[in-house]
């Protein structure tokens, strides 16, 4: 993934499908469309040289272990969760995700 830094504004450019699969789960945490907005906030630190990865933490999403119900997901896809907007990919025959009280649902 490529990122461009100008000044205050920073564009990241998937370079495959999977890098553009992950930037739009990313959005779709970052954006709420009926409320305010996620802020990204840097963890830790990051070396070029000494560390591969940089973290950062998204503010207003819970997070902690993810819990998972009896239920099969039928085909690889996305689940969300309609209250708190959290998204997590999973494979078919892994256990759906519960968050916020619920079984989170698969986005179409």
């Known amino acids: 993934m ?9 564009e990241f450019m998937p370079e495959n499908p999977q890098e553009e699969s992950s930037l739009e789960v990313l959005w779709k945490v970052v954006i709420d469309c009926y409320g305010e907005n996620k802020k990204i906030v840097p963890m830790g630190n990051f070396v070029p040289g000494h560390d591969k990865v940089a973290r950062f933490y998204i503010e207003g999403v819970p997070g902690g272990k993810t819990q998972y119900s009896d239920k099969k997901v ?35």
């Open 2 to 10: 490529k990122i461009l830094v100008d000044k205050n504004v920073i």
């Open 74 to 108: 039928e085909e690889d896809c996305t689940y969300f969760c309609a209250i708190c907007n959290k998204y997590k990919n999973c494979k078919a025959g892994e256990p759906i995700p519960l968050c916020c009280g619920k079984e989170m649902e698969p986005l179409e």
